[in-house]
Each structure stands twice: as C-alpha cells, then as structure tokens.
C-alpha cells in the first residue's frame, strides 16, 4: 500500500487545506500522469454533477493511458453506521493504474472554538472506478 499511502495522505491534505480556507469545498483531484508529475485539480460545479465529470474525465485518461494515478475527493455528510445523525466528511477515492483501490471517509466537527477537529480515517478497498472502467473503454474501442 506504499503508493495508495502516499496519495491518501496528499489528498487528504489538499482536502483539509481546502476546508480550512473555504468552509467547505468543490470536488477536486490529484492525477499522477504517466511521467510521474502530480497535478492538482477542482471540479467547475459542486456535488454528484462536479464529481462525475472528473470521474469522465480521468476514464478517459486513463483509457489514453496517461495516467498512473487518481484521487479524487469531495466534502459529504453522511450517516456513520449505528449512527442516527448524519456527520461531515471528507470522501475520497485513491485509485493505481494497476487498479489497486481504497475508499477514505474522514469524519469532522467543529469544535466550540470553531477549529476543525478531524477523526481518524476510515480507509477501506474499494472496487476501481477509473481505470478498470477505462479498460473497458479501450477494449470496446479497439472492436
């Protein structure tokens, strides 16, 4: 998980940052195309619209084969489970070319001096929803 690591903790990063300056934030991305270089990016609109055109976006990419890596991240609220409230979170999707997967939900609050207390992430595998997709792509084209 070294290079799945990295990227949680970049994207995570870049995330918080945009929440500590904004409140809250637009969809966004980390790309690692196939030279190597990081590039950071920001969704035009907000929410499953903002969202699924990066998700485009980066299949296409991918089935181009410029990319090694994606993450992409987004502020939700959701229901922990038992939970009966639902909370914020930073949510973001960690993808390897090879299709190596991991799903982040980092629940925060407010505290009642207003600083943003974070929880600790919750990171589990997650199906692939870039490359393996992107595979298809090139594999459908190719006909």
């Known amino acids: 998980m070294g290079d799945l690591s990295r990227l949680v903790e970049l994207v995570l990063d870049i995330a918080k940052s945009a929440l500590e300056e904004q409140g809250t934030f637009l969809p966004g991305s ?52 038992g939970a009966s409230e639902d909370v914020d979170a930073i949510h973001a999707v960690v993808e390897l070319a090879s299709g190596e997967a991991v799903q982040v939900f980092q629940n925060y609050r407010k505290n009642d001096a207003g600083e943003i207390v974070y929880d600790r992430p919750e990171i589990e595998p997650a199906p692939s929803v870039i490359f393996v997709e992107a595979a298809r792509m090139a594999a459908a084209a190719r006909r």
């Open 30 to 81: 980390l790309a690692v195309d196939a030279a190597g270089k990081y590039a950071i990016g920001v969704a035009p609109h907000g929410g499953v619209d903002g969202w699924t055109l990066l998700t485009n976006a980066f299949r296409q990419r991918a089935a181009a084969e410029e990319l090694r890596a994606v993450a992409l991240y987004r502020d939700v609220r959701g229901r922990e489970r």
